[in-house]
Each structure stands twice: as C-alpha cells, then as structure tokens.
C-alpha cells in the first residue's frame, strides 16, 4: 500500500512540476554545478569533461536519472540530435551510478561550475598506467560502474595513485583503498550541508 501511494505521488509530482524529483529520505544529498549533454536515447550526463568535436557527440561526466534536457528552457539540439544547455546547479543523491534529483536544476553562471579537488602539489610524471594499481584501477572500469564508482581522473600525485571520482562517499574510498591499497580519493559531486 505504502508504494503504492509513493508511485502516485510521485506521478503528480512528475506532472505538476515537469521534472522528476525522488524523495531522498535520510539519503546524502549531492550538489554540482556544471553545464549537461544528452545522447539521442540516452540519459543527461553532468559534463566534467569537455565535449567532443563539433557537432559534440556528448561530454564525460556522471549520468542524471531521469531528466529530458530538450524540456530545459535553454535546450540546444545539434544536427546530430545531442541536445545540450547551459550550466546548472543540480541537487540530488547518489544512486547506482547516477544522480537522482531531489530538487529542480537551478540556472547558474558559468564561473560557479565545480571544479574537482587537485593534488595540492605537482603532479608526478609518471602516467597511472606506469603504476600497478594504476593498471588494475584502468582494467576493472566494468566492475567500478557495477558498483556505482565512476572514475573521472586517474594520475600520480607524488608517490600515491589519485582518483576524482563522481562521489567520494566513504563506501566508495573503502572499496578502492580495500582493492587498490592507498590511493587518495576526491570527489567532484559534494555533499549539502
């Protein structure tokens, strides 16, 4: 019965406002600012990386549940059929990989996109694929996304691996110090406070 009257409420909800918003409950919220892309019949993607050639064929970042950009009011559709909109700051939880908003995407200026955090020195020359776990990090890409771990930058920041990832939650620093030995963790989603 209680699911029941969740899925209808949010049906209205999904009707009332145009954009779905889930009930994160006790759920960490995430916050990001940065522009979106959209694939023809694929999900919105939050760009942390640049989109490719022009007409862009997407950009890097984590995926959005359930969010349409060509219903964004600033929604640009390319001849290609990717649709892209200026930058958003986006609210919502971290779920299997994806963000699942809790409130409505926010228009925002460009200058407050999130920037990831940085090695806080220089950056080592050796590439991560000089390293061990480097190597491994690379290879397990399929079991990272089946854990919901989105690996956005790997490199060797003095003597240890760093990873920006989507959310630095600790369930995700637990899984990759456990399986990769120390590395140093950042994440580009940050939690609301």
Request: charged share 15%; aromatic share 6%.
């Amino acid at each position: 019965m209680t699911r029941c009257a969740t899925l209808i409420l949010l049906v209205f909800g999904l009707a009332a406002c145009g954009q779905p918003i889930v009930n994160a409950g006790a759920a960490t919220r995430y916050t990001v600012t940065a522009f979106m892309m959209q694939r023809p019949a694929a999900p919105a993607i939050v760009c942390w990386g640049m989109p490719l050639p022009d007409p862009p064929i997407g950009c890097g970042g984590p995926p959005v549940a359930d969010l349409d950009l060509s219903t964004m009011p600033d929604a640009h559709r390319y001849r290609n059929g990717v649709v892209a909109v200026g930058t958003y700051r986006l609210v919502g939880t971290w779920s299997a990989g994806s963000l699942h908003l809790t409130e409505a995407p926010t228009p925002a200026p460009a200058s407050d996109r999130t920037r990831l955090a940085e090695c806080s020195q220089d950056v080592n020359e050796r590439s991560p694929t000089d390293v061990p776990q480097g190597e491994k990090l690379i290879a397990d890409e399929d079991l990272l996304r089946s854990q919901g771990i989105l690996v956005l930058e790997l490199y060797m920041c003095h003597d240890r691996l760093f990873a920006g990832v989507a959310v630095a939650d600790q369930e995700t620093v637990d899984f990759l110090n456990a399986r990769y030995g120390p590395i140093k963790v950042a994440g580009w989603l940050q939690p609301v406070s």
